[in-house]
């Protein structure tokens, strides 16, 4: 088993263009989600997934768009990358909304 | 509201005890979690306390008051591995995990 797998690792933007992170897991996991993690601010939840065919916003959405593509996997979608948006984001997955949650290795996106 | 605070830094050394704090203020409350990260690393699931009382997995206790909303993680015969972020999390109805800002700890020999 994989566990949570993302990609990519490592990704440096320009303002303005898109991107999409990927993300998926084996665990046969209902629950999705997506955090960025930026120095002293420990994680933010931007979106996640409850359920298959469902997707809710969390503390910092704007400027994000996510898409839950099948019950394995879980894209988080840039429009027009910003200087703000450089931070190392990770996605997680749960049986359950309310159940322990397992993380990927994580991308770690620079905005120039 | 809801809010959760821990300290943001900790230090001690090896062989020593540490306790790491959090406290928190929310809704629809059923249960506390710790995870640690390692610098550059994930973010690892360390344990759960869904009641009142301590939980013990080997060198590592979690314990929860609900009537104080509080809870602490106890880390004894430190090792200079366990250097990492900690983080409390709050379980709560109706929606996802709300993580605190982390706990830095430092041990040195």
């Known amino acids: 088993n994989a566990g949570v797998t993302q990609t990519p690792k490592f990704q440096v933007l320009k303002t303005g263009q898109s991107m999409t992170l990927q993300c998926a897991q084996d665990?046969?996991?209902?629950?999705m989600y997506w955090y960025r993690q930026d120095p002293g601010m420990g994680l933010r939840l931007i979106y996640y997934?409850?359920?298959?065919?469902?997707?809710d916003k969390g503390e910092v959405p704007n400027g994000y768009n996510v898409s839950r593509l099948n019950k394995r996997e879980f894209s988080l979608r840039l429009e027009s990358a910003a200087p703000s948006q450089t931070s190392v984001y990770f996605c997680?997955?749960?049986?359950?909304?309310?159940?322990?949650?397992?993380f990927g290795p994580g991308t770690r996106l620079t905005v120039l | 509201g809801q809010s959760l605070e821990q300290p943001s830094e900790v230090t001690a050394v090896e062989g020593a005890i540490v306790q790491i704090n959090c406290t928190y203020q929310?809704?629809?409350?059923?249960?506390l979690s710790w995870y640690q990260q390692h610098d550059g690393g994930a973010p690892t699931f360390l344990s759960y306390?869904?009641?009142?009382g301590l939980e013990e997995t080997g060198r590592f206790s979690s314990f929860l008051s609900r009537s104080d909303s509080y809870g602490y993680l106890l880390l004894q015969e430190l090792q200079m591995k366990d250097s990492a972020s900690y983080f409390c999390?709050?379980?709560?109805?109706?929606?996802?995990?709300?993580f605190g800002k982390g706990t830095t700890l430092s041990v040195s020999s």
């Open positions: 999390a709050v379980h709560q109805a109706g929606t996802a995990l709300i």
């Open positions: 306390n869904g009641l009142d």
């Open positions: 929310t809704s629809g409350f059923y249960g």
């Open positions: 997934s409850a359920s298959e065919g469902t997707t």
């Open positions: 665990m046969n996991h209902n629950s």
């Open positions: 997680a997955s749960s049986r359950a909304r309310t159940d322990t949650q397992y």
